[in-house]
């Protein structure tokens, strides 16, 4: 069974967030019972000498949509530690001259035009390549226009009448909208598409409603995301859509790829340490980050940690609610993060304003592995999580998470004081409540019997691919008929 992924960004060529680790690991496990060909695009900053990313003879390509023709070009290397090919498309106008996955301040029109670009020439190079997929699985709003294709201008091609697709919602809050005209850019027909059962929604072209519309099958990253997005509080206006197509929808949970973020291994960590060990190696990387933030090391004082994009999801303004109270418990924070000025403002003013909490704004991932160490908690009181993979991998490295149950955080947490509780949760948007459940924490903190054994569990709870990998490929061969 052939598959074809879609994404803005794979891990570790281009991260801005959990789609890129999702993009980057799911496939390693789907290997070996599919042949998979990744397509994204050739952002300005991927580092093609580091990972041997090397031009695919004469794959110079032109391509007629908008007001001319453009061209790309398509380079190619494999999946580190595997045998997938990984393509990513280059045009010079659209993707070549960004030093970020998803710059600011872009022309929304031409975040659109970019993506259909990328879209099209996905269709296609994998014809070109002769990689006729049986599915093409697409992956958020930025490449939710290749299930439309196949539904309209590609329907009648011989080459792709077979493939099914599937789209995943990663984030229901980033959906696509544009102006009908768009449409045209696209090449796209119109009278197959431009209705309330295709890609319409409210007298707009919205991509992701036609993904939703025109996709086999339709995934969002965790059982219970996938049942929130029905109501009108989560549905971001989709629900009612959503609700029509609930036979094709379905909740299958996000896993992290155990061997990149391996405590035992990291290079980034001053020492290594597993579940036999981690008390000692823990406390070692707690003293170097501390000292590294200007905090002073105090074994006896919680380290609780924040690593996030700094976007109203996930909660930000609950610390801005309870910056007072914070700055008066018996615990350091640091927080790492980058997003909204208005936050990451707020983030620099308690790093330099209060004697506790410590901020680093900007994009670091060894920075962040050797936080998710040195740290005894991890706070992450989102207003909605899809999945949210750093409550996962704060468990893989002994942190105990603090979370909001919502998403995927209400699926991985099993909140103190249950049986086996890996982490601590409180349910209602509300800072007073989210005070509550760190105090909670800290609490535990004193008992050091409790909170070793908390820790044991986060540590030994399997959230690798292994699972969820099982359910994806039982979903592919159900909607292809093959084996
Ligand atoms: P989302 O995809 O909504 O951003 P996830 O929790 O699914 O949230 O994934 C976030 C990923 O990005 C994690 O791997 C996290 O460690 C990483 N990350 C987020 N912000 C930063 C940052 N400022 N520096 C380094 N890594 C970050």
Redesign the pocket.
């Known amino acids: 069974m052939k598959i074809l992924f879609a994404a803005a960004e794979v891990a570790p060529f281009s ?5 890129a ?1 999702v993009v980057g690991s799911l496939p390693k496990e789907l290997e070996k019972d599919t042949e998979i060909a990744i397509f994204t695009p050739l952002h300005g900053f991927i580092d093609k000498e580091k990972f041997g990313i090397k031009e695919l003879e004469n794959s110079e390509m032109w391509l007629t949509f908008g007001y001319s023709p453009q061209k790309f070009n398509l380079y190619t290397t494999k999946l580190p530690a595997t045998d997938i090919n990984v393509f990513f498309i280059k045009n010079d106008w659209y993707f070549t001259p960004f030093k970020e996955v998803y710059p600011k301040y872009l022309d929304p029109r031409y975040e659109h035009e970019r993506y259909i670009s990328f879209s099209l020439a996905v269709m296609e190079y994998a014809k070109a390549l002769n990689f006729r997929a049986d599915v093409i699985h697409a992956n958020d709003w930025h490449t939710a226009m290749l299930p439309l294709y196949l539904h309209s201008n590609y329907k009648f091609d011989d080459f792709w009448s077979k493939t099914k697709s599937v789209f995943e919602i ?2 229901l809050a980033y959906q696509g909208i544009w102006f009908e005209d768009v449409l045209d850019f696209a090449n796209m027909r119109k009278d197959i598409v431009y209705n309330q059962w295709g890609c319409e929604h409210y007298n707009r072209v919205n991509w992701m409603k036609g993904a939703i519309n025109y996709a086999d099958r339709v995934v969002a990253v965790s059982p219970t995301y996938s049942r929130e997005i029905l109501s009108s509080e989560y549905g971001e206006n989709m629900d009612y859509t959503l609700r029509g197509i609930q036979n094709k929808l379905r909740g299958i949970l ?1 896993g992290i790829d155990y061997t990149v973020f391996d405590p035992s291994k990291d290079k980034a960590l001053v020492e290594n340490y597993d579940i036999n060990t981690f008390e000692e190696g823990k406390e070692a990387n707690k003293k170097a980050i501390c000292e590294y933030f200007g905090l002073k090391y105090n074994p006896e004082r919680p380290l609780i940690a924040l ?3 700094l976007v109203g ?2 909660g930000i303004d609950l610390i801005r609610d309870m910056q007072w109270e914070l700055q008066n418990l018996n615990a350091d924070f640091i927080f ?3 997003g909204d000025k208005d936050y990451e403002n707020l983030f620099i003013w308690l790093s330099n304003n209060t004697s506790n909490i410590r901020t680093y704004v ?4 060894k ?2 592995n050797q936080i ?1 160490a040195g740290s005894d908690f991890f706070l992450m009181p989102s207003k909605f ?7 996962l ?1 704060a468990m893989r490295y002994g942190s105990l998470p603090i979370v909001r149950a919502t998403g995927g955080l209400e699926d991985t947490i099993t909140g103190y004081p249950l049986d086996n509780s890996n982490g601590f949760k409180f349910w209602s948007y509300n800072g007073w409540d989210m005070l509550n459940a760190i105090k909670c924490a800290l609490y535990v903190y004193t008992d050091k019997y409790v909170f070793n054994a908390m820790r044991k569990s986060a540590l030994s709870t399997d959230f690798s691919w292994k699972r969820s990998a099982k359910e994806y490929l039982n979903m592919y061969r159900e909607i292809t008929g093959l084996k």
């Open positions: 991260k801005a967030g959990g789609l680790d990663h984030n996000n690593i996030s994009r999801q996930k790492l993060g980058s900007g994009y670091d991932g920075l962040a998710y999580e899809p999945c949210g993979l750093s409550q991998i």
